[in-house]
């Protein structure tokens, strides 16, 4: 069964007032840069080039790092730093064989100063070793839908087999976003944690430029080795939407991050188009009386441009019926957003009950 909607007629925006801005400025693709901007809840991709090129990722790598370790480890647990994981090359927040620290102001290491030493101390103190992490760090961006990526340790030094898309970053990144822990830390601009062989702490400022050049910045993470080029994932909330942006071996990184952040919340705007909470629409069930509600599992809200707006249609695809046995949440089908005959948006559709 498909039923289909104009949502010029149905549809509410979240924000009332829309930019015009020209279209998105191109980047010769030659020059080797891979740059994408998403939407951090819908996944909408805005603006896309060379997003699905393998590239290294440097240290946006410690992206992914932060989220395994906080979803797998107490961020108040003492971790013991290990004479293994001292004097790592490249940035550092110069760990000491013996030190104790917590998880969370390892973090802080990681993501406001880029430690390597910090990266691996905590990879070493989750799963035992830098290998074992590894694995780890996979089996989360596989979950997550980044499946053109490998990694092969937790700080994005060079390896010819840790490398990442544009796309795949800014899954994992979306991803990241969504918890409360690593927002809060790639957040923040000033931090002090212990140094506990000392008597003062260390007082860490975040790398990333845009969380005070950038109205709305929320993160992310800085990244660079002579192979990866510079690199920077950042993310910005303006008007209700969220958006991340990734750009990979791009020496302007900032200057062209916010660049397209800009164009982004110029030309979309975030809008409500179905809840939830409501029934969507009732379906018959096979040698029963009773028909199954079915639902949507997440409020459909979707950054639309004005032109999208003003020609968008909603098509409801499931069946007509359903046949027993069937549990709750069982998946039956989708509901279809299209723009000028175009698919934007695709969302599943579950059944409300179970039925024997």
Known sequence: MKKIFNCSIIMFCICTVFFSSNQFKTVNAAGGYSEIVMEVNSLRVLHQNNADV????????????????????????????GKETVGVEGSSIYLEAGEELTVEELLYGLMLRSGNDCAETLAVFCSGSIEEFAELMNETAEKIGAVNSHFVNPHGLHDDNHYTTAYDLALISCYAMKNETFKEIVSTKVKDISWSTRDYNRHLINKNKMLSEFEGSTGIKTGYTKKAGRCLVSSCERNGMELVCVVLNCPPMFERSKDLLSEAFNKYENCFILESDNILDFINVEGCSEQCGVYLKQDVILPLTQEEKDDLDIVFDYPDSIIPPFEKDREIGSIKLYSQNNLIFVQKVYTIIGMN
Do not use: W
Not at 59 to 81: F, H, M, P, Q
């Open 54 to 81: 393998k590239k290294y990722m440097a240290s946006t790598t410690k992206i992914l790092t932060a989220i395994v370790i906080i979803e797998n480890c107490d961020l108040g647990a003492t971790v013991r730093v």
